[in-house]
């Protein structure tokens, strides 16, 4: 009986976890908001893409 309740209340959250709402056109807001930072890029930061 406990694992019916269980696997009945884990399917909604199964469901509910799949739905993404992603919008139709992604924006670059916010993208330059550091920039002003001018921080250097390492060796090791270039090398990991």
Do not use: N, W
Not at 36 to 41: I, N
């Amino acid at each position: 009986m406990r694992k019916i309740l269980f696997i009945l209340s884990l399917i909604p959250v199964l469901v509910l976890g799949q739905y993404r709402d992603i919008p139709d056109v992604v924006t670059k807001v916010a993208t330059a908001a550091g920039s002003f930072l001018k921080l250097e890029t390492s060796a090791r930061a270039i090398g990991m893409g």
